[in-house]
């Protein structure tokens, strides 16, 4: 086989796996938002709704304590991820610290990206345990923030790699300090560090192996910061075990609010890094 035929069958393979991988998705995503979508049309007010009583035997109420909670736990942890992360990040790159450092660092943080959710929970759990508390709000924000924290630690690293090295020339040469050029940098860094933050958020909102262990399972809105809370994505496991019929189509209408939000976030991480991009330099003005 010549080198031309060997072209040609490569990009038959690779638009296959293309094809393949789209269509699973595009499968995933459609059943969900067809089931989910039919089922929030018949009852719409059960995405707002506080649980009754006997939820999950009954199916009575809503999930609104579900989405509370969801907000409540990864919005927190997002801003305490955000800030360590950006700071971390900074600290990388060569005004800071060695290359071997940096190396060795990124090391690890690409170690703990790929490790499994379900260890931070436990993680967190052994915490609990150690010092006699329970389940709830707080050891949730603790365990997405740890999750996050690697995610977005890259995103912003590699954000601010890719920054021209003439912002930290040219602010060098204006006599601005340390601080001062590295706000600069982050300036031109803003898309891939708006993204990085953004894809955090949906990774945090969406998984439920990380607070499955640290924020409880509770059928009652958000009392509290050291009460139990539930997630939607904890919501929706529970309600697909259930043996009621109705249980189980609000476990499609939960999983239609949850993959909505994830693919809104998306889009929303692609409309701000082109926002922000004006502020790179080179980047288009509004």
Aim: proline share 5%; net charge positive.
């Amino acid at each position: 086989m010549d080198r031309y035929a060997r072209q040609r069958l490569f990009g038959v393979f690779t638009r296959g796996a293309t094809a393949l991988v789209v269509g699973v998705m595009g499968l995933v995503v459609g059943v969900t938002i067809l089931r989910g979508g039919r089922v929030l049309l018949a009852d719409p007010a059960i995405a707002i709704t506080p649980p009754g009583s006997r939820y999950m035997l009954e199916g009575t109420g809503g999930f609104l304590h579900a989405v509370l909670g969801s907000v409540l736990i990864v919005g927190p942890a997002t801003v305490v991820s955000m800030t360590l992360a950006v700071s971390t990040a900074l600290y990388l790159q060569s005004d800071y610290s060695s290359k071997r450092f940096s190396d060795v660092t990124n090391m690890f943080l690409n170690v703990l990206w790929a490790t499994p959710p379900i260890v931070y929970g436990v993680f967190v759990l052994t915490i609990i345990i150690a010092i006699g508390a329970r389940t709830s709000l707080v050891f949730g924000i603790v365990a997405i923030a740890i999750f996050q924290y690697p995610i977005m630690t890259r995103y912003t690293d590699e954000a601010l790699r890719s920054a021209p090295d003439a912002v930290g020339e040219a602010t060098y040469g204006l006599g601005a300090t340390r601080f001062e050029s590295a706000f600069m940098t982050i300036r031109a860094a803003l898309p891939g560090i708006v993204a990085g933050i953004v894809m955090g958020f949906a990774r945090g909102i969406g998984d439920a192996a990380t607070v499955l262990f640290t924020a409880g399972r509770s059928t009652n809105m958000p009392a509290g910061p050291f009460e139990p809370a539930t997630t939607l994505p904890v919501l929706i496991f529970d309600q697909a075990m259930s043996f009621n019929a109705e249980v189980r189509a609000h476990a499609y209408a939960a999983s239609f609010v949850l993959i909505v939000a994830v693919l809104g976030l998306i889009l929303t991480s692609k409309l701000l890094a082109g926002r922000y991009a004006r502020f790179a330099p080179g980047g288009r003005h509004s």
